[in-house]
């Protein structure tokens, strides 16, 4: 496989489920990233890692939590989601010190 | 917040014809200027970068204008096809604990009719 691959591609959950989306990049990047994009809006950033490390934390909340066991791979937890979550989750991955983000395909999440 | 402004929110124009799409950001340490391109279904995906050293770029049928004293950066497609309908992303990106982190517009969605 090449690239950034998302699974799974959709996911319907109540709001008291637990699920978790995966990313795996095959690019050999050290950086990644996940993004929520919502109809209307712009692409909303929620976490970085870089070498691993999470360096950004956009004031998500905690419901959402991620994790990043090693540079080819990241999930997004997810834990009492509301409606409002609903939304297409983009992970993308880069070489640190480059502004070029390979994204995947995306989770389409649905809320009821 | 950092913001980016894109426009206009759609476009539709006829094969062969020119799209441009503007953008506009206010902090000037952004230093990085990516568009992205996403078919319905896909992730967005690079199309075209450009620094702010640099006052224009060209890829193929793609071309970015930048304008630094206006903090204002362009796409122009060049002999649009169909195959060229999708949604148009700029970003300005700042660099953050070593990754770039970009700012996204709104996005533009592009039609163009054969």
């Known amino acids: 496989e090449t690239g950034v691959t998302q699974t799974p591609r959709h996911l319907v959950m109540g709001m008291t489920n637990k699920k978790s989306l995966k990313c795996e990049q095959h690019l050999g990047h050290n950086a990644m990233y996940w993004y929520k994009q919502s109809a209307k809006k712009p692409l909303e950033l929620m976490f970085v890692y870089s070498l691993e490390e999470r360096v950004e934390n956009n004031s998500v909340p905690s419901r959402f939590s991620p994790e990043c066991p090693n540079s080819s791979h990241l999930f997004l937890h997810l834990h009492t989601l509301q409606p409002e979550d609903s939304a297409l989750y983009l992970c993308a991955s880069s070489h640190i010190g480059t502004g070029a983000l390979h994204f995947g395909d995306g989770t389409r999440l649905s809320i009821l | 917040q950092q913001q980016v402004k894109q426009s206009p929110q759609s476009l539709i124009v006829q094969k062969g014809g020119i799209p441009i799409i503007n953008c506009a950001y206010e902090?000037?340490?952004?230093?990085?200027f990516p568009w992205y391109q996403q078919f319905p279904g896909k992730g967005p995906a690079l199309l075209i970068a450009i620094r702010p050293d640099v006052s224009e770029k060209k890829e193929g049928r793609f071309t970015i204008s930048f304008n630094k004293s206006a903090k204002q950066f362009s796409l122009h497609i060049m002999d649009s096809q169909p195959g060229d309908s999708a949604t148009y992303f700029c970003a300005a990106s700042i660099k953050t604990g070593g990754s770039y982190i970009p700012t996204f517009g709104r996005g533009t969605s592009l039609i163009v009719h054969p």
């Open positions: 902090n000037t340490a952004f230093d990085y």
